[in-house]
């Protein structure tokens, strides 16, 4: 009789949280493997903004969709954790009513197993939230957490979780001691987590109404940014056969429908030549009508006018771009990846090629440790100036990152003990005479018309 695995994609506790094309994609991917292995795999996504009966809700907002593919997540109020008491923010659990999850478990066979993903450091109250639920409706079905708050904050999820495993790292590396733990099973194949070829489509067909798929073409990035966990997470880069990729894309399209598609890549643009390009150029011959999104940072340097106009046609319609700072010095520092010169050439191409200023996102990070407020004043100025859109993307300190020491000793938070405390909305390490009057101010001039 082959075992049953339940996968659950958590709440989001936060302050403010909205679906710019999220979904569990690591979580799904595990799902394709054991499928591979026999196992039968089930779903419950708390954050399932198409559920049946979220429409019977009473009192609550009505979700918004964008043709796009992103939207609001349903939401209720809730008590701020403790230490999170003083900052004058509503704090909410974004995804399904807790009765609803509670249905949808006693619904469900009963599992032989729940495997939790987790995502953001700081989100773990939802995730932990979950877990207990199970434990309720599912005594002694034992409980298995991954993913990137596992990873991040491995001692933290040890001592608090309270699931019967704690795992670190990607999944496919992972897998072959958590099902030999928990069945005794040692006969299972695991593709290789380097030869990303080898992995099968994520199981997005477990969630029954989706209006975007969310693609990766390639795992980690070559460059090290000092506030990125991209290497801690993924290692080091590796990269699909850009024609397999388009091969996945055109799966979604004709068998589920899907034109949209989100990448998550942190380096999609890199090796262009042998990547992108070939992508989208095959993906333009197969007449294949799909739009595309990038919610995480391009390499603005890898731009030039063919891509550009690539991009354009082959329906890149969001398109974000990882800028960080105008200031030379924080340039070298963070890493390197750009400078103001390669951005202005870039955004001028991305403008000749058919895009609006404000369909060029360009994140600006704001409350590194020791950023002044005129530093992110003259980040936006230069990025209007550029003929781009500035957005402001608050830091959140990783544990484990080159910045990791430089943020705990900024940051008046005790960030090392609580991840709450990473939480961006906070600006947990901006200096004492950057006031969240002035981060506001920031966000207004960010906000102007382009
Ligand atoms: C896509 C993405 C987003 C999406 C949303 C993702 C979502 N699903 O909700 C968007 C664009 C909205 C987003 C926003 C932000 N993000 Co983001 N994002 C990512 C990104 C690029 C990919 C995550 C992902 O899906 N990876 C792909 C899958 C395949 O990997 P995975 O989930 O880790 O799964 C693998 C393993 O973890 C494991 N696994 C997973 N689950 C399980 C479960 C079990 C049981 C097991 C055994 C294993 C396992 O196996 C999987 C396969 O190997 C990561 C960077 C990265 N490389 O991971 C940053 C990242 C998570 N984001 C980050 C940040 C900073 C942000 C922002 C704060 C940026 C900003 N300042 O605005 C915002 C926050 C939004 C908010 N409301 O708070 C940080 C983390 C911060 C933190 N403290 O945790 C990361 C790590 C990037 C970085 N700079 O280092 N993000």
């Not at 069945?183 to 380097?194: C, L």
């Amino acid at each position: 009789m082959s075992k049953r695995i339940l996968l659950i994609n958590p709440w989001i506790h936060d302050f403010a949280a909205y679906d710019l094309w999220a979904a569990p994609l690591g979580l799904l991917s595990l799902g394709a493997i054991l499928r591979e292995n026999g196992y039968k795999v089930s779903l419950i996504d708390c954050l399932n903004p198409f559920h049946p009966a979220l429409d019977l809700q009473s009192g609550s907002k009505p979700l918004t969709r964008t043709p796009a593919g992103r939207g609001t997540f349903y939401k209720e109020e809730i008590t701020k954790p403790l230490a999170l008491r003083d900052f004058p923010r509503k704090y909410s659990r974004y995804g399904i009513p807790p009765s609803l999850f509670e249905n949808e478990l006693r619904r469900i066979p009963r599992p032989d197993a729940v495997f939790v993903t987790s995502i953001m450091t700081y989100w773990y109250p939802g995730v932990f939230e979950a877990i207990e639920m199970v434990r309720q409706v599912l005594p002694r079905v034992p409980i298995v957490l991954g993913g990137i708050y596992a990873t991040l904050c491995t001692d933290h999820a040890l001592r608090h979780a309270g699931t019967d495993i704690v795992t670190a790292g990607a999944g496919e590396d992972v897998l072959p001691g958590v099902l030999k733990e928990l069945f005794n099973d040692s006969s299972s194949r695991i593709p290789d987590r380097d030869d990303l070829d080898s992995l099968p489509y994520p199981a997005f067909d477990l969630i029954p109404h989706r209006d975007q798929v969310s693609i990766m073409t390639s795992r980690g990035c070559p460059f090290r940014c000092s506030y990125c966990a991209s290497a801690l997470l993924s290692g080091g880069f590796r990269t699909r056969n850009p024609l397999r990729v388009v091969d996945e894309i055109a799966f979604w399209n004709r068998e589920f429908g899907i034109t949209n598609f989100s990448f998550y890549d942190d380096a999609l643009l890199i090796d262009r030549e042998r990547r992108v390009i070939p992508m989208l150029e095959e993906a333009l011959q197969r007449g294949l009508a799909c739009t595309f999104h990038c919610p995480n940072g391009l390499h603005l340097r890898e731009m030039d006018a063919s891509l550009a106009g690539l991009m354009f046609r082959a329906g890149f319609q969001t398109i974000r771009f990882g800028f960080e700072t105008a200031s030379a010095r924080r340039q070298a520092d963070t890493g390197g990846k750009i400078t103001n010169e390669e951005t202005k050439t870039a955004v001028t191409y991305l403008r000749e090629a058919g895009y609006s200023g404000k369909d060029i996102g360009t994140y600006i990070l704001c409350g590194l440790p020791g950023q002044s407020f005129s530093e992110v004043l003259e980040s936006i100025d230069f990025i209007r100036s550029c003929g781009a859109r500035p957005v402001i993307a608050e830091f959140s300190p990783i544990p484990g990152t080159p910045i990791w020491a430089e943020a705990v000793n900024a940051s008046p938070y005790n960030i090392q003990e609580e991840p709450l405390y990473h939480n961006n909305t906070l600006l947990p390490c901006r200096g004492k005479d950057f006031t969240y009057e002035m981060y506001r101010e920031l966000i207004r001039v960010a906000r102007k018309p382009v």
